[in-house]
């Protein structure tokens, strides 16, 4: 059954997450009848091109979301808080990329491939897209939990700088262009600290207990796309020097064995994941394989020492496709496809 | 007391870990009343300054150890099985910087602050250094240990390229600079895939087990320094875009609750371990913090929810300093004080 076309407004259009989301849109052949192009002032006026025509950027203001079927919100949690409200009130549904409402109770968070049902709740009319790591995980950890039930998972981060946005990109380049000169680096301008050839172990604030938002978000975020509330989940969240694709090791405790062979059977069963596991052959997951790529790469599965029925693994998942746009513009279809026939 | 001078032989004098020994020597002003600088025929003829002097290297030959005191074999794990005998047969005591001997039953791997009591056993004269990620560990773990018992512990590595030698830090130079110049890198020399901008989740062979060497001998290394021959433990390992320093997360189990405040306070108590944990100040361990350190960086501690009585927390350390050449130095200097006097 073809989709019937609908209309969406895109505000956030220049950044990193809007870009990726008028990539997907392209590469999807999703059905619009209209595309608005939006953004905040500093960026409004700025042209670009999307299905070969180009689209001038507007500014976002009252009244910029009347008409349009869906509200795509890429700007940032702030920008999400400001206009989410407004779009709703204008009429739109709102699809939402930022963390701002993703612990609201009557706001389902959802992937499509892992609590679909979810969306049934979407009755304020505002769907958030989780965020990118947490996508990762629940695609990887709900065959695992079908095949043998969760008891623990811990998690350790490798995260790009575009998870930053388009200005950790520009300070990642920025220094690592000044250090391979021998120039001495700029002062840090996104990320915390220097982060060419360097680590930062904090992503988002670190709140009193010493855990910083993005360990809270993604073991609570977790915990409800897989719909286990008690899940006891841990994670570490480090920024690294690279500029897309995020990835984690993944320690996790089971419920009954699983041979590690099953494990990969059940992850090469699941939609939306690629098992790339021959390290023998040095075939694994890594950021440059995963840019571009609309599944989360899953290898170096092996039992784990350390935990009852261990088992760990290693992923990596394109923090802007299917850790951000595709799975953002897949909500989008979805919701879309449940208007009322006019 | 002052120790009494010591002759020694450096092979491995051209390499990265060489000449962080070189470094250590003089930075500790080791009373040495003869230094030998060694390579294989490949580096050798090169002149390299030592307290001021130039040294001419020597190519590696039979007859080469005769009259030293000590050798250190700092040229990897094949140079070290061939020239460790030829070394003790010449009246020398070995400390090997290789992984060559660090599991054979009667050579002693001793981090000073940690196992100082295992250097009794080196009957056979021959001491092996740690792997610099296992000398982080066991410095860290000894006075969690105990100040709680461990029960179980994960980590996980970001492992910069000189761990990989001069080899690995000429991949990621080379590979950055085409980057960021809007060249195709070349294939690469050292580290199996391209390391710049992205990550590796390989360090080492991978076995039929699925398990790294070194995940491997991380686990084996770190319970054997800690005397802790069934702690439950597993690792996941990942070469990372940074050229000097390596950091890994840890989460822990321990046999009794233990507030956080209390583990700083054991780890700040602990010798050669240095506390830096104020994450809302940006302060915690990164690696362009760690490098020319001689201590290992702790920090990131909070408790963690997935494991009984658990504890997380993020560490640095300069591989080539605390992590390699000043470990080897104190060995070389605690096996000198033990000679005879003549």
Excluded at 93 to 120: C, K, Q, T, Y
Excluded at 278 to 299: R, T
């Amino acid at each position: 059954m073809p989709s019937r076309p609908f209309s969406i407004a895109l505000l956030g259009a220049t950044g990193a997450a809007g870009r990726a989301v008028l990539e997907v849109l392209e590469d999807r052949d999703v059905p619009l009848s209209e595309v608005k192009l939006l953004a905040t002032a500093r960026s409004a006026g700025q042209e670009i091109d999307f299905r070969g025509e180009p689209h001038k950027v507007q500014a976002v203001a009252p009244g910029a979301f009347r008409g349009c079927d869906l509200a795509l919100l890429c700007a940032g949690a702030e920008a999400s808080r400001a206009w989410a409200p407004v779009a709703r009130a204008e009429g739109a549904l709102v699809v939402d990329d930022s963390a701002a409402f993703r612990d609201e109770a009557g706001v389902p968070s959802v992937v499509p491939e892992v609590n679909p049902e979810a969306l049934d709740l979407a009755a304020g009319g505002l769907v958030a897209n989780p965020g990118s790591l947490a996508i990762a995980l629940a695609l990887v950890l709900k065959p695992l939990q079908a095949a043998a039930g969760l008891t623990q998972a811990v998690c350790v981060t490798y995260q790009c700088v575009s998870g930053a946005g388009l200005r950790g990109v520009e300070q990642l380049e920025r220094e690592a262009s000044d250090l391979m000169n021998g120039r001495e680096p700029q002062p840090p301008t996104r990320i915390r600290h220097r982060i060419a050839f360097n680590l930062v172990p904090q992503v988002g604030e670190v709140g009193a207990d010493g855990v910083s938002a993005e360990e809270a978000g993604l073991a609570r975020e977790t915990r409800r796309l897989l719909g286990l509330p008690g899940l006891p989940m841990s994670a570490t969240a480090v920024r690294v020097p690279v500029f897309y694709g995020h990835a984690a090791a993944l320690h996790l405790g089971l419920a009954r064995p699983l041979a590690v062979e099953e494990a990969r059977a059940a992850l090469r069963a699941a939609p939306s994941v690629k098992v790339l596991d021959q390290p023998g052959e040095g075939i694994y997951p890594m950021p440059m394989l995963a840019v571009n790529d609309d599944s989360v790469l899953v290898g170096r599965l092996r039992a784990d020492a350390a935990l009852p029925n261990g088992l760990a693994l290693f992923l990596s998942i394109d923090n802007l496709r299917k850790g951000g746009a595709t799975n953002l513009v897949q909500l989008a279809e979805l919701l879309a496809a449940r208007r009322p026939v006019a």
